[in-house]
């Protein structure tokens, strides 16, 4: 596992968005949760990391990026949200 939950949600990020599957993706993710739960990690921080998946990927907006700048964009943090422009 990452050294914290922060590392251990890029990373997860990081191969959510490599995932040649939607099969995979739910792999992935229920992987981390039962990791989390190994882990012992209490339910609040648990339902704030999901909280903080969810925002993280639809602040990305997968498909406006290639892979290079949605590597680097996951790598530093620097996922702002996607409300603020008009979308339909």
């Known amino acids: 596992m990452a050294k914290n939950i922060h590392e251990f949600r890029i990373k997860l990020l990081d191969q959510i968005l490599h995932a040649y599957s939607g099969m ?46 949605r590597i680097s964009r996951v790598s530093k943090g620097d996922c702002t949200p996607c409300s603020s422009q008009n979308r339909t």
Do not use: C, N, W
């Open 24 to 69: 995979a993706v739910v792999h992935l993710i229920d992987t981390a949760l039962e990791v989390l739960a190994e882990k012992k990690v209490h339910g609040h921080i648990v339902i704030r990391f999901i909280d903080k998946m969810i925002f993280d990927m639809e602040a990305m907006e997968p498909g406006s990026y290639d892979d290079s700048q």
